[in-house]
């Protein structure tokens, strides 16, 4: 008997590009897939930043309740404004900044360099004195006149200030100034050298608050007036005209300076 043996079985081998071109796909579709989330992702980078709630008028001393953090897509120019990560109490507003304008860093001055450099002023008003809609951040003019017991005859109302924003306004009723008495005041921010002149108006006078009508023009705000340089226009106390013949007596005051003028 002679021994018959069958050759070796060989295996089929898979075809070496085969391997090279599947590795390669698989390779491609990884870095297409990792470049795609990075595009994704630089295009989705956005930043908080700090923009305005109100119109903010130039010498304003802003505060963290002024502004609402946005997010927004800045770019290359994101140095430009402050980020959210910074709170700018303490600051002086250096110009003028509109409702929901980012706040710009150039606008911001610290209020020990301001110029020129401001203090906070409460300031008594009576009922009826002032818009009954004020609020912070608002631009306002300040009117004095004499008191009746300084003064021995009718006087004009003085302009004492022009153009200064309303740093705050009492708070827990309702927006209604009370009288000096009861403490509650409106806040302005003035500048350091026209507090002397209002302070002597306070203790001397009546004070009427007038709403600026464009706050977002005015460049510089509070400049102080004096007596000289009152506008003619400014508001007197003055009585009616008695009637030809009639006998002249005292004239009935009447304060045209104190009605508040309507929200715009």
């Known amino acids: 008997m002679v021994e018959v043996t069958s050759p070796r079985a060989s ?3 898979l075809p070496r590009w085969l391997n090279v071109r599947l ?8 870095l297409s897939t990792l470049l795609g989330a990075k595009v994704v992702a ?11 709630r109100r119109n903010l008028p130039p010498g304003y001393r802003i505060g963290s309740g002024d502004v609402a953090a ?3 897509r800045l770019g290359s120019t994101s140095d430009r404004y ?3 990560a910074r709170i ?21 001055v610290a209020a020990q360099r301001a110029d020129p450099i401001r203090r906070v002023v409460a300031v008594p008003v009576r009922p009826g004195h002032w818009p009954h809609d004020l609020a912070a951040g608002d631009v306002v003019d300040v009117y004095a006149t004499p008191k009746d017991d300084v003064r021995a005859a009718p006087a004009a109302a003085r302009l004492v200030l022009a153009g200064v924003p309303v740093q705050s306004t009492p708070r827990g009723d309702g927006g209604v100034f009370a009288s000096g008495d009861s403490g509650s005041a409106v806040e302005l921010s003035v500048p350091a050298t026209a507090v002397a002149g209002l302070v002597l108006s306070i203790e001397t006078s009546e004070i009427d608050v007038v709403r600026a009508d464009d706050p977002g023009d005015l460049g510089s705000s509070g400049a102080a007036m004096s007596d000289a340089g009152a506008s003619p226009s400014t508001p007197t106390r003055s009585g ?5 013949g ?16 309507a929200a715009p």
């Open 11 to 13: 295996r089929l081998a």
């Open 23 to 30: 590795g390669a796909g698989v390779l491609l579709v990884l």
């Open 42 to 52: 630089a295009a989705d980078t956005t930043e908080l930043v700090w923009a305005a």
């Open 70 to 72: 946005v997010s927004v």
């Open 82 to 84: 402050v980020a959210a």
């Open 88 to 108: 700018p109490d303490g600051y002086v507003l250096g110009r003028a900044v509109v409702a929901g304008e980012l706040l710009p860093r150039t606008a911001l």
């Open 240 to 244: 009616p005209s008695p009637p030809a």
């Open 246 to 261: 009639a006998s002249v007596g005292p004239p009935t005051a009447t304060r045209s300076a104190s009605t508040p003028r």
